[in-house]
């Protein structure tokens, strides 16, 4: 008891309908607002510390920095994120995630094994200029202020793009 809440600062109001059909059922479905409501007394009601943290790219980040780490599903490490950044934690872009985007870009190129032969497995056009994108914002991403971090167009955003596309 006695510990803090954090929740993902979430936005599924009626101003995002009319995007497409699936979120717009998804969204009227789903009672988030009653349930931060509902979270939020009962928070008041036993006097615990109640913080609420963007969401953006904590999935990404928990995908490339802590699934492998601590082997549980993505969800978790997601959750993860979002308890390191309640408490005002950095992420940072490690060694280890610099080395694994050299490799990838290394295999679709062929530079490891050029002889086999790769239909659909080579490098398209959007994902080379993805890896354009990294090698600009790799090297200077741990210098950045939180906020740029998490801007939509950080290293993050074109990690989930390579990732969603390598798979």
């Not at 940072?92 to 530079?111: D, G």
Request: hydrophobic share 40%; with cysteine; glycine share 8%.
């Amino acid at each position: 008891m006695g510990k803090p809440i954090v929740l993902e600062d979430l936005d599924f109001g009626k101003d995002r309908l009319d995007t497409n059909k699936k979120f717009n059922r998804m969204a009227s479905n789903f009672p988030f607002a009653k349930m931060v409501g509902a979270v939020c007394r009962r928070v008041a009601k036993e006097g615990m510390p109640f913080k609420a943290v963007p969401a953006r790219h904590t999935s990404t980040i928990g995908y490339w920095k802590y699934m492998k780490r601590y082997a549980v599903p993505v969800h978790c490490v997601a959750a993860l994120s979002i308890g390191r950044r309640a408490m005002g934690f950095k992420e940072r872009v490690t060694k280890e995630l610099e080395q694994l985007v050299a490799r990838i870009k290394r295999n679709l190129t062929r530079e490891v094994n050029p002889d086999t032969p790769g239909e659909g497995k080579g490098m398209t056009r959007g994902v080379r200029a993805c890896l354009r994108r990294l090698d600009r914002k790799l090297p200077v991403y741990n210098g950045l202020a939180p906020w740029q971090q998490e801007a939509y167009c950080s290293v993050w955003h074109d990690l989930k793009q390579l990732a969603l596309s390598v798979r």
